[in-house]
């Protein structure tokens, strides 16, 4: 009799176990997709607020087509990713379209003046922030979840239940940092690639 009860006891406490594991990896789960939400929240304004700011600058630079036109594509391919990964690839190019158009921007002074454009370059930067801080607050929820995924005995629960991996939102900011030149005097704000070193006396010339 006592031996069946202590039976009975370490399946009862497996169970109860088991039923905190399963819901603890789905409370982490659901944080992961709350986390997601409001990225995409804040992606979204900043899509909205981006046909403006394009509409804006054409009415002072409509000859700069080429970054306009680059600006458009990127926005369109940002809005028609699927999944984490392809979304980050598409906003790491959404960035440096933006951040060359702002470049371009520089050698129109009405331009710069104008209080659209300010309030929408502002704008625009206030919702990057938004962006950056609901990013590491997924990411955050994404490494709790992987790690509780992966730890034993929730591994068990996470095999046996199909709690599938979570992808971090990455972006490359990297690039984000590197400087970009702008040739203003040829009338546009087409960039232009650094000169190639010249070699110094005595040495010869770097190969093209």
Known sequence: MTA???????????????VVLYNRLVQLRNRVEAGWSQIDVQLKRRYDLIPNLVETVKGYA?????????????????????????????????TGALRQLFAVAEA????????????????????????AYARQFYND???QYDNAREQFPSSIFAGMFNFEAAT???????????????????????PQ???????????????Q
């Open 168 to 190: 971090y939102f990455e972006v490359e900011d990297a690039v984000s940092r590197e400087p970009v030149r702008v040739d203003f005097g040829q009338g546009g704000g087409t």
């Open 108 to 131: 129109y002074p009405d331009l710069k003046a104008n209080q659209n454009f300010l309030a929408l370059q502002e704008e625009l930067t206030g919702t990057e922030g938004r962006i």
């Open 62 to 94: 409509a000859h700069e087509r080429q970054t306009l036109e680059a600006v458009v594509a990127a926005r369109q391919q940002a809005v028609s990713a699927n999944g984490v990964e392809e979304q980050a690839q598409a906003e790491n190019m959404l």
């Open 4 to 18: 069946t009860l202590i039976i009975i006891g370490v399946i009862a406490l497996l169970v109860i176990i088991g």
């Open 193 to 207: 690639q650094a000169p190639p070193p010249q070699a110094q006396p005595g040495q010869q010339p770097p190969p």
């Open 141 to 143: 929820q994404v490494l």
